[in-house]
Nanobody
């Protein structure tokens, strides 16, 4: 049974930083690319960042490029999202996801497994 468990969400002031973690189990972690998505209140789920199994390809949404960094530790079956210079518009539930066959890495349909999400709130 595949499980993805996010952690690290919190309430933070604008300009602050957070690091989200997603621990995976039940899959051959290095065979999967991993993504972070977020869903702001009242809005659709949107792509944030993705990383392939060997970290050879990394994608970011334009809204977070330069502020967020995705990384992974295959020995720990964990993917991270370092978020710096946070803005109120980054407020959302953040989800990690895993997939094996992709077209763009940025679409929800590219991902098979999803975590339950972790809440990030950024106050102004």
């Amino acid at each position: 049974q595949v499980q993805l468990v996010e952690s690290g969400g919190a309430l933070v002031q604008a300009g602050g930083s957070l690091r989200l973690s997603c621990a995976a189990s039940g899959l051959s972690f290095s065979d999967y690319y991993m993504g972070w998505f977020r869903q702001p209140p009242g809005k659709e789920r949107e792509f944030v960042a993705a990383i392939t199994g060997a970290s050879s390809r990394i994608n970011y949404a334009g809204s977070v490029r330069g502020r967020f960094t995705i990384s992974r530790d295959n020995a720990k079956n964990t993917v991270y999202l370092q978020m710096n210079s946070l803005k109120p518009e980054d407020t959302a539930v953040y989800y990690c996801a895993a997939g094996k066959y992709y077209s763009t890495l940025t679409l929800t349909r590219d991902y098979t497994y999803w975590g339950q999400g972790t809440q990030v709130r950024v106050s102004s």
